[in-house]
C-alpha cells in the first residue's frame, strides 16, 4: 500500500513533467486560468492521459484529489 504524501512535484512526476520548483511556477505562470470556466482537465495544454488521470482523480476522490486541488486553485488564482 502506497502511504507517502503526494506533492505538487510529484503530481509533476506523474504527469510526466518538470517537477522541480521552478518548472512548476513556470507552468502554473504560463497556463493560468484566472476566469476560466472550464474544467481543469478540459484544458487543451494537457495530453488525453494527462487529462484522464486528473479527472479521475478528482472523481473517484483518489489519494492524488488534494493536490490536483492545490494545482487547479493555483492556476486559478
Do not use: C
Not at 502511504?3 to 518548472?23: A, I, K, M, V, W
Amino acid at each position: 500500500m502506497d502511504t507517502s504524501t503526494h506533492t505538487l512535484s510529484t503530481l509533476f512526476e506523474q504527469l510526466g513533467l518538470p517537477s522541480d520548483s521552478h518548472s512548476i511556477d513556470e507552468f502554473i505562470a504560463h497556463h493560468r486560468m484566472k476566469n476560466s470556466p472550464e474544467a481543469l482537465q478540459d484544458h487543451a495544454y494537457w495530453s488525453p492521459s494527462q487529462a484522464r488521470f486528473i479527472a479521475e482523480a478528482l472523481e473517484q476522490d483518489s489519494d492524488w484529489t488534494e493536490v490536483v486541488d492545490e494545482l487547479n486553485t493555483r492556476l486559478h488564482s
